[in-house]
């Protein structure tokens, strides 16, 4: 197979085959098809705010907003528009490209649209790219948000469809292929990954990755979390996951899926420096910059400055209003700056 070439005809039995290549051909692979489509030291930066926190229905086990788990979170209303706008402001003046708002949500009311629109343009109108994650949407929803400039849904698939029920009852695999289903006909970008650490099997995080991979088109964005273990969650106390693994997964998801940005995301606070240097050198090219992720720790953006100053590596320029291959329409940014 040529290094970088897209393909949405991805086999679970091939993707097995590529986790259990020798460590640094994989490596190897990851960082040729990395190469084809991006310039490899450069990492682009999304800030997260959490717009609705806590108190959510649906009983996702490794979450802290899961109103079913006592995790000590305090819930907070749907914030006002202008807080966000400020939250926007700073992100966009630490150099994110991206703001990501997240709300603790089974899926947003109608009433609720009109206010999220008013989010999404505001933040859009700062030079910044718009993603938000607020659960299941209907067609209906979903072309509201378009229409009010979203650029990026985030809704993430999580695991393999097997184990699946074991992390989450209140929805099915199906319901999260549907909204994401909703997301694309509205014609905004696809933000989907999961989570690894939760107890799976290498053969679930191939299974979640061979879902992602028959996408057509893959999701231009793939996040993939480290379970970030919070008491009061069911999942609290497992084992962590080897981090050669994780950084398997990383390199693996960015072969499946060349083209697309592979977001380090949630559990770097936990990581070792050298530990995301192997996942940057795996492929991913993107990570949540900014002290909080949506209700815990991420890290300090000092040190995210200093290890990117190590590595030679620098931010992405934001895109947002780019359309058709238009170059940036921000100054060049850089996380040393
Ligand atoms: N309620 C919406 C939903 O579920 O799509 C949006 C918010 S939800 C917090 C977004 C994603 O955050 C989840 O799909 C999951 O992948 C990730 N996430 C939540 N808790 C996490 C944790 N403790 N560690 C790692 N990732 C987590
Ligand atoms: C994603 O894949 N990870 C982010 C974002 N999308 C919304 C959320 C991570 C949450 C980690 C736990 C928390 O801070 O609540
Ligand atoms: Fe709710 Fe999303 Fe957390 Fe699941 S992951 S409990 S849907 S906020």
Redesign the pocket.
């Known amino acids: 197979m040529q290094a970088g070439q897209i393909r949405t005809d991805w086999t679970r039995q091939e993707i097995n085959d590529l986790f259990a290549l020798p460590f640094n051909d994989l490596l190897f692979m990851a960082q040729s098809a990395h190469r084809a489509h991006f310039d490899a030291n450069t990492v682009q930066l999304s800030t997260l705010l959490?717009i609705k926190t806590g108190a959510?229905p649906?009983d996702?086990k490794?979450?802290?907003?899961s109103i079913r788990y006592d995790t000590g979170l305090e819930r907070e209303a749907l914030m006002e528009v202008e807080d966000v706008l400020s939250a926007a402001r700073a992100a966009k003046a630490d150099g994110a490209s991206r703001f990501c708002m997240?709300?603790?949500?089974?899926s947003p009311k109608d009433r609720d649209i009109p206010k999220l629109q008013a989010m999404i343009s505001g933040v859009r109108e700062l030079g910044l790219e718009t993603c938000l994650?607020?659960?299941?949407l209907t067609d209906k929803q979903a072309t509201a948000l378009a229409e009010g400039g979203l650029d990026y849904y985030?809704?993430?698939l999580?695991t393999s469809p097997e184990y699946y029920g074991e992390v989450i009852t209140t929805r099915t695999y199906d319901d999260?292929l549907r909204t994401l289903e909703a997301v694309r006909d509205a014609g905004m970008k696809v933000c989907c990954?999961?989570?690894v650490?939760m107890g799976e099997t290498r053969d679930d995080r191939a299974g979640l990755l061979a879902q992602l991979g028959v996408l057509d088109p893959h999701p231009e964005s793939v996040?993939i979390?480290?379970?970030?273990?919070?008491p009061g969650?069911p999942?609290d106390g497992l084992p962590p996951i080897d981090p050669l693994e994780f950084v398997r997964t990383i390199a693996v998801a960015r072969i499946v899926m060349p083209a697309s940005h592979v977001r380090l995301?949630?559990?770097r606070e936990e990581m070792s420096d050298e530990l995301q240097t192997l996942c940057f050198a795996a492929g991913a090219n993107s990570i949540f910059y900014g002290e909080r992720?949506?209700?815990?720790e991420n890290p300090q953006n000092a040190r995210d400055r200093a290890l990117f100053e190590r590595l030679g590596l620098h931010a992405e320029e934001c895109r947002a209003g780019a359309v058709h291959g238009e170059t940036a329409t921000t100054p060049r940014q850089t996380a040393t700056a």
């Open positions: 959490s959510c649906e996702c490794y979450c802290p907003q997240g709300a603790a949500w089974r994650t607020a659960g299941m985030n809704h993430n999580d999260r990954g999961g989570i650490g996040p979390n480290n379970l970030v273990r919070v969650t999942v995301s949630a559990g992720l949506l209700t815990t």
